[in-house]
């Protein structure tokens, strides 16, 4: 028996007599022995060709995957950035499954009816408000005729009341259009300094807040910028202020603070059944705003959702 460095070999002799002749047999085997090397080098390579079988499946899903569902998916984006007020129309792709294709013509002519209708009650709205303003500024200029005649006391009351009574009309029919553009959208912006707007709306204010024997008191920081349509601007102060004014007691107080982190207006005042959660929703008044259209904070509210800002009540 010989032994090798890999394995054995092994050899046997045999001296057999056949016929008083004497032979000699010889039988040689080689014993491989596998070395524990061997074993981990073979588990190397089935690993190996199996990541890489599993490598190729993926990509190649991947890909197959990504060409049968790239019209369901361009299909989703489009539905994700959907938007009624720009106008944009669907488009579809031919995806060669049947489902598909009637769920991308489905939706798009949903999309379709979503625009025109929309459209057409924006248009509704539009024409509306300006048919209203003619037959409005009319009956004021009536009105305001009949005022200048001579009227016993309770004609030129109930003259007085009905001009008032379609001042709101017309305030009203404003706002509402005003507050449809918003949800639009279709406004401008640019860095107005909020300083100097707010000083100029308090000095518009001043002589009415005086005169109802209020106080005011004033904080405001210069050189304070926000971006913001000037004219929403001016709406907003406005209606704080004015609402600051009206929602208040006799002999009150009115305080004004503007800082480069916030703007705040305080006032003393009855206490207010309204809350956060209601105060800036459409015609919601408190018992001492009876004389306001309750449209004037759902305004406010609007303007500072559509540029970004929080506002508050308590």
């Known amino acids: 028996m010989e032994l090798q460095s890999y394995g054995y070999n092994i050899k046997v002799i045999h001296y057999p007599f056949v016929d008083n002749v004497h032979y000699q047999i010889t039988n040689e085997d080689y014993l491989i022995k596998i070395e524990r090397e061997y074993w981990l080098s073979v588990l190397m390579v089935v690993a190996w060709i199996f990541v890489f079988i599993l490598i ?39 995806t060669h499954t049947t489902e598909l294709d009637e769920l991308s013509q489905l939706f798009k002519q949903m999309a379709d009816k979503s625009i025109q209708q929309y459209q057409l ?12 303003q003619t037959p409005l500024a009319h009956l004021k200029g009536k009105i305001e005729l009949l005022l200048d005649t001579d009227l016993n006391e309770e004609q030129m009351k109930a003259l007085s009341i ?11 029919n404003r706002s509402l259009v005003l507050l449809m553009s918003l949800e639009d959208h279709e406004i401008s912006s640019e ?22 024997g209020r106080t005011l008191n004033i904080s405001i920081k210069n050189n304070v910028y926000i971006t913001i349509n000037p004219m929403l601007l001016q709406i907003v102060l406005s209606n704080l202020i004015s609402n600051a004014n009206r929602h208040n007691i006799e002999n009150g107080s009115i305080y004004i603070t503007l800082t480069e982190h916030f703007f705040e207006i305080k006032n003393t005042g009855a206490p207010n059944e309204l809350t956060n959660e ?21 305004l406010v509210k609007k303007i500072a959702d559509v540029y970004g800002y929080k506002i508050t009540y308590k």
């Open 121 to 132: 009650l924006k248009e509704f709205t539009e024409n509306l408000s300006h048919e209203l």
């Open 162 to 172: 009905m001009y008032d009574e379609l001042n709101r009309m017309s305030s009203l």
């Open 278 to 298: 209601t105060i800036f929703n459409r015609f919601k008044k408190g018992t001492s705003g009876s004389g306001s259209l309750g449209i004037g904070l759902a």
């Open 56 to 94: 190729t499946i993926i990509f190649f899903g991947e890909m197959i995957a990504r060409n049968l569902y790239m019209p369901f998916y361009s299909l989703l984006s489009q539905m994700k950035g959907f938007d009624v007020r720009k106008g944009e129309q669907i488009q579809i792709m031919d």
């Open 191 to 212: 860095r107005v300094l909020f300083s100097d707007a707010l000083k100029e709306t308090i000095t518009q204010f001043e002589d009415i807040i005086e005169m109802s």
